[in-house]
């Protein structure tokens, strides 16, 4: 199997590490918003409101660990899951060490809707560049592969879990939580197509690659 060209990888490489890092600076904004966090997000926040820690050093921990849940499940990480990992964690915390605090209604909902915007758009970028699905997507088709249970299933299952643990343990969920939930996947959809990176085929022409990540993450 030959190499890819250096200007694809460097574009993948490029898009990967922009992606991720957009994922955390969006989901800052939709901490400050403080109007409904992403399923995930929302265990993150409540388990750093009784950790202490911040929202970032919990999302890498609760990143590693759902990791580990990948050996017994037979799951292959690559360079975008262990990047994952830290990258959307460490933009996180520094961009809320940037923000000021916001109370005003009519600065929040636009930070709100500004923070969906972006994370699909980051999820398009880090998804397309195709290193690897993140340590949350991967333990869903994880289960879902040992199970035997659909995609939808499994995905709604988890993040019901999720969102009423980070509830119970004080994160925020709210119209933003809903929002995020009705336009994530159309968002990433589309930006998936807009972020696809053109693959090599053997006859040496050009063709835009679609992975299983694709289906698996956003269709259900």
Do not use: C
């Not at 290193?131 to 199970?147: E, K, N, S, Y």
């Amino acid at each position: 199997m030959s190499s890819p060209p250096p200007r694809r990888l460097t574009r993948r490489l490029l898009q990967l590490y922009v992606g991720l890092a957009l994922y955390g600076v969006s989901s800052a904004l939709l901490v400050e918003a403080g109007l409904g966090l992403e399923p995930w997000g929302v265990l993150h926040q409540g388990l750093a409101k009784l950790t202490g820690l911040t929202i970032g050093v919990v999302s890498i921990i609760i990143g590693a660990v759902v990791l580990l849940l990948w050996i017994p499940l037979r799951q292959r990480p690559g360079l975008g899951t262990v990047s994952n990992v830290f990258v959307v964690g460490i933009a996180m915390d520094g961009t809320l060490a940037l923000l000021p605090d916001v109370h005003a209604l009519g600065v929040r909902v636009p930070l709100m809707a500004a923070g969906i915007l972006l994370n699909g758009m980051a999820t398009g970028l880090y998804i397309a560049a195709r290193f690897g699905p993140g340590p949350r997507d991967g333990l869903m088709t994880g289960f879902h592969q040992r199970t035997g249970r659909s995609i939808r299933l499994v995905r709604t299952t988890l993040e019901v879990a999720v969102v009423a643990t980070g509830f119970v343990l004080g994160g925020t969920v709210g119209i933003g939580t809903v929002l995020y939930a009705l336009a994530i996947g159309p968002l990433a959809q589309l930006f998936l197509r807009v972020f696809a990176v053109p693959a090599a085929s053997p006859d040496g022409s050009t063709v835009v690659a679609t992975g299983p990540s694709e289906g698996a993450i956003l269709r259900g």
